[in-house]
T-cell receptor, first 114, second 113 residues
Framework: DTGVSQDPRHKITKRGQNVTFRCDPISEHNRLYWYRQTLGQGPEFLTYFQNEAQLEKSRLLSDRFSAERPKGSFSTLEIQRTEQGDSAMYLC????????????FGPGTRLTVL | AQSVTQLGSHVSVSEGALVLLRCNYSSSVPPYLFWYVQYPNQGLQLLLKYTSAATLVKGINGFEAEFKKSETSFHLTKPSAHMSDAAEYFCAVSDHNTDKLIFGTGTRLQVFP
């Protein structure tokens, strides 16, 4: 299967701990997006990459959040000093990067902060 | 700024009945619109997309949507609901510059036997 993969699928952590999520996009896709989805809401944009360059960050992405995409391949999203409000599903998507191209989503990482 | 509004957070239909999920958009430029479906604890799967070609768009699993500029709407329909259609459905508009998706709050579809 060559879809978007995310690891881990579930993460339970204690408040104040750091967590890191990984996303592997479809291999030929040069755009990679991160979204956050809280219970009962639609996904909200966090940040996106064109190859290795991070081109936009949402105001939702506080200074405790950092994302990287070294070499334009996989991406990581790190949350430092987690808070209970960080509990959510974190979704990754990738696309070919041509205008208005379809985004393919991974299964998501569900974070629970105790 | 672009946005979408989904009317009705829950819709319930009987198996075999018509499915109608409503979505209205706001955009200062010609929009690109999408419908995604999400099953429990899974990511999003694209049902269909409107990219300024035909106004009636056919998607997977028998779903279709009609783009109506005069009504700023992009409602999702299916003639006959199946039990397997029970899921959360999201309407989204694509940002003109970055292609990031701006989602509605979703509509949960329940299908009763």
């Amino acid at each position: 299967d060559t879809g978007v993969s995310q690891d881990p699928r579930h993460k339970i952590t204690k408040r104040g701990q750091n967590v890191t999520f990984r996303c592997d996009p479809i291999s030929e896709h040069n755009r990679l997006y991160w979204y956050r989805q809280t219970l009962g809401q639609g996904p909200e944009f966090l940040t996106y990459f064109q190859n290795e360059a991070q081109l936009e960050k949402s105001r939702l992405l506080s200074d405790r959040f950092s994302a990287e995409r070294p070499k334009g391949s996989f991406s990581t999203l790190e949350i430092q000093r987690t808070e209970q409000g960080d509990s959510a599903m974190y979704l990754c998507a990738s696309s070919l990067g041509r205008t208005r191209n379809e985004q393919f989503f991974g299964p998501g990482t569900r974070l629970t902060v105790l | 700024a672009q946005s979408v509004t989904q009317l009705g957070s829950h819709v319930s239909v009987s198996e075999g009945a018509l499915v109608l999920l409503r979505c209205n958009y706001s955009s200062s430029v010609p929009p690109y619109l999408f419908w995604y479906v999400q099953y429990p604890n899974q990511g999003l799967q694209l049902l269909l997309k409107y990219t300024s070609a035909a106004t009636l768009v056919k998607g997977i699993n028998g779903f279709e949507a009609e783009f109506k500029k005069s009504e700023t709407s992009f409602h999702l329909t299916k003639p006959s609901a199946h039990m397997s259609d029970a899921a959360e459905y999201f309407c989204a508009v694509s940002d003109h510059n970055t292609d990031k998706l701006i989602f509605g709050t979703g509509t949960r579809l329940q299908v009763f036997p």
